[in-house]
């Protein structure tokens, strides 16, 4: 069965440091996502990769980076983090097919910026 | 720029009723339309989809949407639901061409009472 794991499942971040959210998958998948769901919202695009050590921006892609460094990796980078930021966060991964397959979402990571 | 609305925040039935969850979207475009469900603390799954063809599309867990092109909307059935149906449901929309971003709606929380 397709997997997708994320680490860490919590965090606590200070305004102003540097955090990492990390995904990994297992489904030999092309694409990956990083989405961030807000209560009462739904979810919202902040980058995606459809090809190792290539990065696309999402919907709201300010105050984050990405990075994938190999097909089953990838990571979300919040530089300076903001009180703002404060999220659960999905990673999610498809095959070739893009727009046609139904994407695979990871536990998420639930992170506080204080 | 292409959106999705689901009107209902809040939906609650009794066990063995009929459910009706309603989904529209705006998109210049032949839409790529899912559902996916988050059940209380987990992540998201995949339910079903339209790509192309048959209007009614069947998917995991009992669950069947309709397509209708003339009002742009994707409704998501089940009879009869079942307590453990209980959970938050969400419409997306993918954008095609190159671009295979998913654009969710709010989504809507279903409560069915025993």
């Known amino acids: 069965e397709a997997a997708v794991t994320q680490s860490p499942r919590s965090k606590v971040a200070v305004t102003g440091g540097k955090v990492t959210l990390s995904c990994h998958q297992t489904?030999?998948?092309?694409?990956m996502y990083w989405y961030r769901q807000d209560t009462g919202h739904g979810l919202r695009l902040i980058h995606y990769?459809?090809?190792?050590?290539?990065?696309e921006k999402g919907d709201i892609p300010d105050g984050y980076k990405a990075s994938r460094p190999s097909q089953e990796n990838f990571s979300l980078i919040l530089e300076l983090a903001s009180l703002s930021q404060t999220a659960v966060y999905f990673c999610?991964?498809?095959?070739?097919?893009?727009?046609?397959?139904?994407?695979?979402f990871g536990p998420g990571t639930r992170l506080t910026v204080l | 720029a292409q959106s999705v609305d689901q009107p209902d925040a809040h939906v609650t039935l009794s066990e063995g009723a009929s459910l009706e969850l309603r989904c529209s979207y705006s998109?210049?475009?032949?839409?790529?339309l899912f559902w996916y469900v988050q059940y209380p603390g987990q992540s998201l799954q995949f339910l079903l989809k339209?790509?192309?063809?048959?209007?009614v599309v069947k998917g995991t867990k009992g669950f069947e949407a309709e397509f209708r092109k003339s009002n742009s909307s994707f409704n998501l059935k089940k009879s009869p639901a079942h307590w453990s149906d209980s959970a938050k449901y969400f419409c997306?929309?993918?954008?095609?061409?190159?671009?295979?971003?998913?654009?969710f709606g709010k989504g809507t929380l279903l409560t069915v009472t025993p």
């Open positions: 998109y210049s475009a032949a839409p790529y």
């Open positions: 990769s459809y090809v190792a050590d290539s990065t």
């Open positions: 339209y790509i192309t063809g048959d209007t």
């Open positions: 997306a929309l993918v954008s095609g061409g190159s671009n295979y971003k998913l654009t």
């Open positions: 999610a991964s498809s095959d070739w097919t893009g727009g046609y397959a139904e994407q695979f």
């Open positions: 489904n030999n998948h092309d694409y």
